[in-house]
């Protein structure tokens, strides 16, 4: 089992770029998330995806648009970006809900200039 | 929603000293607290949870205690090792139940 899988693991962008940030997982779970990781902030949730087919804004949704493809994907695009998104990016996956152990990706770093 | 303070941000012990990381938390529905370590570059992992009705949870060298009536709850390190030393988070879910992340200890441990 691969577990949960995130591209790119780097990216530099310019301020008005666009890009999607794909994860995958084999673990069959129901409910996948996008976490943004900042110095001294913790992680903070963009957006989450309780089960295939709904999507829910998190804490931090501005900015960022996410698609759970199917069961097992679930993208985070940014439309526009911009500097105070250069960030590490993390998805994750539970088998329902926030109430069960949370499998993180191994991050993507993005730089926005 | 729900915050979650953690202190302290820096922690640096001696090897086989121990450590301690609290949490404090608003939300009185929260019932589930699980406590991740991160080493640099690496993703975060679960290291132990609690849920709210268990007062104390421990696993070899790991505790973590709750006290609900205080909305806090605490990770207890003992006899640390050189690879203790990262990030740790502690986390408690919200009423619709998303968790929400303190904002981390660095923790260090001198050989």
């Known amino acids: 089992n691969a577990g949960v899988t995130q591209t790119p693991k780097f990216q530099v962008l310019k301020t008005g770029q666009s890009m999607t940030l794909q994860c995958a997982q084999d673990?069959?779970?129901?409910?996948m998330y996008w976490y943004r990781q900042d110095p001294g902030m913790g992680l903070r949730l963009i957006y989450y995806s309780a089960s295939e087919g709904t999507t829910d804004k998190g804490e931090v949704p501005n900015g960022y648009n996410v698609s759970r493809l199917n069961k097992r994907e679930f993208s985070l695009r940014l439309e526009s970006a911009a500097p105070s998104q250069t960030s590490v990016y993390f998805c994750?996956?539970?088998?329902?809900?926030?109430?069960?152990?949370?499998?993180f990706g191994s991050g993507t770093q993005l730089s926005v200039l | 929603g729900e915050n979650v303070e953690q202190h302290p941000s820096t922690l640096s012990v001696q090897e086989g000293d121990s450590a301690v990381i609290k949490c404090t938390y608003s939300?009185?529905?929260?019932?589930?607290f699980p406590w991740y370590k991160q080493e640099l570059g690496k993703r975060p992992q679960l290291i132990i949870d609690?849920?709210?009705?268990?007062g104390e949870k421990k696993d070899q060298r790991i505790a973590v205690t709750l006290n609900k009536t205080a909305k806090h709850f605490s990770l207890h390190i003992t006899e640390t090792q050189p690879e203790d030393s990262a990030v740790y988070f502690c986390a408690a879910t919200d009423a619709g139940n998303m968790l929400t992340f303190g904002g981390g200890t660095r923790l260090m441990v001198k050989p």
């Open positions: 609690i849920r709210s009705n268990v």
């Open positions: 673990m069959n779970h129901n409910s």
């Open positions: 939300d009185s529905a929260s019932n589930y």
């Open positions: 994750a996956s539970s088998d329902w809900g926030g109430n069960e152990k949370l499998f």
